[in-house]
DNA sequence: CGAAGACTTGAAATAGATCAAGCGTTGTGG
DNA sequence: CCACAACGCTTGATCTATTTCAAGTCTTCG
């Protein structure tokens, strides 16, 4: 795919013209990043978003030894907007868990693309509150529900559209924010109440 | 204080002129709450934002009778703007805490506004990016630190303008997402180690 | 003044993490 | 192409921080 059409699938760029999607590219810096190499860090000075083309990125917070991911990004996404329009600092951390290809677009740049293309910023707003929905959501169910059932919602969620879904436990225990093992122990619960399947890395819902 | 004085400690309105604000106050609906009344629920569609003007007002996540905070408002504040944004329902739900007051400002209109003064848009960006560094910390602290330290924090940040802080168990334990002997615990542990001082309902921390 | 609400302290319960060990799968380099 | 090392998954046993339950004291304010 090439990256005119990848910029179009960018949803704040989604209303823009072939012309100007092309002076858009013109701002792009593109870089490999490997399985394990940080994106960008909490330490640092926010410069600008990331957009992620290929590979699979995960944001998270660290302290003392332990981590949360906030998130896992997959194609085609924007990281690290809240940082390039407040603060100093990113709020996190991102680092690739696949190897993956992101451009990167400075602050400067962005902004001045929101204010020459008005309608942009609309879209912008729209990302930033969608963020903000699924944090919400990844507190209150950190907070309020318990293991099983997050395992549950996750794949009935994830098996909304395909009716059979490739499992990974270490990569859902990571977005759940659960250990490996207790994720491991939901699903032997769910399955043996009979709620779902699961053949070898292969799960799906009975409904 | 006057209606026109406190639109301008909004910050998204604060670079507008008199004449513009005025016009803004127009498009207000102001309405009074008692302490316990709801503002707005998750399961209703979002019509436009609040500005809270006097009193206390929680945000909060419920599920199965259990509950959690996401944040204590305080005047002068702005609710509810990742529903106007996006999607049918506003992401948690806003009760007053006290008696209050709030006006309130439909979605059509708060568009309106942003599209006819571009600069709005930026400030806004910053608000929805201010949250979302709130909601991370609010991870960070419910999953990764123990409640000693987080009340600890609690008290530090509180402390660092003033010298010497009003506490109320129940409030700080809503906030941090813990319940009341918790941190009641937690305060006499750091009254023990000579980290904070507490006489009455005054706290202060020992630098 | 009295009662409702706020705070403290102790004892018990609990969900999930951590530690540990064994098994299965996979992919790589010899 | 096979072997085996590295990694992923499962299951069991223990551990631990915080919640829950309970009961008593302190505060506040109508």
Same mark, same amino acid.
Do not use: C, W
């Given at each position: 795919?090439?990256?005119?059409?990848?910029?179009?699938?960018? %949803?704040?760029?989604?209303?823009?013209?072939?012309?100007?999607?092309?002076?858009?590219?013109?701002?792009?810096?593109?870089? $490999?990043?490997?399985?394990?190499?940080?994106?960008?860090?909490?330490?640092? !000075? &926010?410069?600008?978003?990331?957009?992620?083309?290929?590979? +699979? @990125? $995960?944001?998270?917070? &660290?302290? +003392?030894?332990?981590?949360?991911?906030? *998130?896992?990004?997959?194609?085609?996404?924007?990281? /690290?907007?809240?940082?390039?329009?407040?603060?100093?600092?990113?709020?996190?951390?991102?680092?690739?868990?696949?190897?993956?290809?992101?451009?990167?677009?400075?602050?400067?740049?962005?902004? $001045?693309?929101?204010? *020459?293309?008005?309608? =942009?910023?609309?879209?912008?707003?729209?990302? #930033? %509150?969608?963020?903000?929905?699924?944090?919400?959501?990844?507190?209150?169910?950190?907070?309020?529900?318990?293991? @099983?059932?997050?395992?549950?919602?996750? =794949? +009935?969620?994830?098996?909304?559209?395909?009716?059979?879904? #490739?499992?990974? !436990? !270490?990569?859902?225990?990571?977005?759940?924010?659960?250990?490996?093992?207790? @994720?491991?122990?939901? =699903?032997? !619960?769910?399955? $043996?109440? /009979?709620?779902?399947?699961?053949?070898?890395?292969?799960?799906? @819902?009975? *409904?």
């Amino acid at each position: 795919m090439s990256l005119l059409h990848q910029l179009k699938s960018v %949803s704040i760029f989604s209303s823009l013209s072939e012309r100007e999607l092309y002076e858009i590219e013109s701002y792009l810096i593109g870089k $490999k990043y490997l399985n394990g190499e940080m994106v960008f860090s909490s330490y640092e !000075t &926010a410069r600008g978003v990331f957009i992620l083309t290929e590979g +699979k @990125v $995960k944001l998270y917070k &660290a302290f +003392k030894g332990k981590e949360q991911t906030l *998130r896992i990004f997959t194609p085609i996404s924007m990281l /690290g907007e809240a940082g390039a329009f407040k603060g100093e600092h990113y709020p996190a951390n991102a680092i690739a868990i696949e190897n993956s290809y992101l451009f990167f677009l400075e602050t400067g740049n962005l902004i $001045k693309i929101i204010e *020459r293309y008005p309608k =942009i910023s609309l879209k912008m707003l729209g990302i #930033l %509150s969608e963020r903000l929905y699924h944090l919400v959501n990844l507190v209150e169910n950190l907070t309020l529900k318990d293991a @099983v059932s997050r395992v549950y919602e996750y =794949i +009935k969620q994830k098996t909304d559209e395909k009716k059979e879904v #490739l499992f990974k !436990t !270490t990569l859902v225990a990571m977005e759940l924010g659960l250990t490996v093992e207790t @994720v491991s122990r939901a =699903i032997s !619960t769910l399955k $043996k109440s /009979g709620k779902i399947e699961k053949i070898g890395k292969i799960i799906k @819902v009975n *409904r």
